[in-house]
C-alpha cells in the first residue's frame, strides 16, 4: 500500500488540488461571498439597542426638468404615509459610557478563608489559564483545599472579584475540581475531566 502511495503521490496531489478548486467554484457560485454591508438595514433597530445616535437617512434630491422643457404637467404622485422618526437616542455625552453586561470590578479582596501552606498550581483546574491564576493569587486565592471548602457565600463573593471570568467558578466545576486535587486523586480526576 505504502509502495502504491509513494509511486502515485503526484496523482494525488493533483487531485486534492483539483477538489479544493471545485469545493471555491461551488462555495463562490452559491453567493456565500456576499458580506454583511450588502445586507446592512438602518430599521432593524440595533442601533437604537446599541445606545447609538440614530439619524433619519437623507432624502434624495429629486432631479428637475430643465426650464426650457415643456411637458404636460404630470400627475401628481401617490401620497406616501408619513412614519415619523425613531426618537433619536441620547448621545455619548449626556450619559456615561458603561458595558452593557460587565459590573466594574470591586476594589480589596473577598471575605473568605485565607490559604494556609504553600500555594497549589491552580492552572490544573480546567478553565483557569495564566491570567485567571494571576488573578485568584491577588486575591489570596492560592490552595485546592481553599477552593473545595467554598459554599455558595465564598463563590459569590469571589465572583464578584472575577471581572471578565464572572461566573467561571460554577460553570467549570471548580469545586468539585479542587475537591480531586487537594485529595491528590489524579486518577478520579482524569476520570471525570480529562488528563492534566
Same mark, same amino acid.
Given at each position: 500500500?505504502?509502495?502504491?502511495?509513494?509511486?502515485?503521490?503526484?496523482?494525488?496531489?493533483?487531485?486534492?488540488?483539483?477538489?479544493?478548486?471545485?469545493?471555491?467554484?461551488?462555495?463562490?457560485?452559491?453567493?456565500?461571498?456576499?458580506?454583511?454591508?450588502?445586507?446592512?438595514?438602518?430599521?432593524?433597530?440595533?442601533?437604537?439597542?446599541?445606545?447609538?445616535?440614530?439619524?433619519?437617512?437623507? %432624502?434624495?434630491?429629486?432631479?428637475?426638468?430643465?426650464?426650457? #422643457? $415643456?411637458? /404636460? +404637467?404630470?400627475?401628481?404622485?401617490?401620497? =406616501?404615509? @408619513?412614519?415619523?422618526?425613531?426618537?433619536?437616542?441620547?448621545?455619548?455625552?449626556?450619559?456615561?459610557?458603561?458595558?452593557?453586561?460587565?459590573?466594574? %470590578?470591586?476594589?480589596?479582596?473577598?471575605?473568605?478563608?485565607? #490559604? $494556609?501552606? /504553600? +500555594?497549589?498550581?491552580?492552572?490544573?483546574? =480546567?478553565? @483557569?489559564?495564566?491570567?485567571?491564576?494571576?488573578?485568584?493569587?491577588?486575591?489570596?486565592?492560592?490552595?485546592?483545599?481553599?477552593?473545595?471548602?467554598?459554599?455558595?457565600?465564598?463563590?459569590?463573593?469571589?465572583?464578584?472579584?472575577?471581572?471578565?471570568f464572572s461566573g467561571r467558578i460554577t460553570r467549570d466545576a471548580w469545586i468539585d475540581q479542587a475537591k480531586f486535587l487537594a485529595k491528590d486523586d489524579i486518577a478520579g480526576f482524569e476520570k471525570k475531566y480529562g488528563?492534566?
Amino acid at each position: 500500500m505504502i509502495t502504491l502511495i509513494t509511486a502515485n503521490w503526484l496523482l494525488y496531489l493533483i487531485a486534492l488540488l483539483i477538489g479544493v478548486v471545485t469545493a471555491f467554484w461551488v462555495w463562490a457560485a452559491t453567493g456565500r461571498e456576499a458580506s454583511a454591508v450588502d445586507r446592512f438595514s438602518a430599521d432593524d433597530g440595533l442601533l437604537e439597542k446599541a445606545g447609538e445616535p440614530v439619524r433619519p437617512a437623507d %432624502p434624495q434630491p429629486e432631479s428637475s426638468p430643465p426650464a426650457d #422643457a $415643456v411637458s /404636460e +404637467p404630470s400627475p401628481a404622485p401617490p401620497a =406616501k404615509p @408619513v412614519v415619523a422618526p425613531p426618537a433619536a437616542a441620547p448621545l455619548a455625552a449626556d450619559k456615561p459610557a458603561a458595558p452593557a453586561e460587565a459590573t466594574p %470590578p470591586v476594589a480589596g479582596k473577598p471575605n473568605i478563608p485565607a #490559604a $494556609v501552606g /504553600e +500555594p497549589d498550581n491552580l492552572r490544573l483546574i =480546567k478553565g @483557569v489559564g495564566p491570567k485567571l491564576n494571576t488573578l485568584l493569587n491577588g486575591l489570596g486565592v492560592t490552595r485546592f483545599d481553599q477552593i473545595a471548602d467554598w459554599k455558595e457565600a465564598e463563590i459569590t463573593e469571589v465572583d464578584q472579584y472575577l471581572e471578565t471570568f464572572s461566573g467561571r467558578i460554577t460553570r467549570d466545576a471548580w469545586i468539585d475540581q479542587a475537591k480531586f486535587l487537594a485529595k491528590d486523586d489524579i486518577a478520579g480526576f482524569e476520570k471525570k475531566y480529562g488528563k492534566l
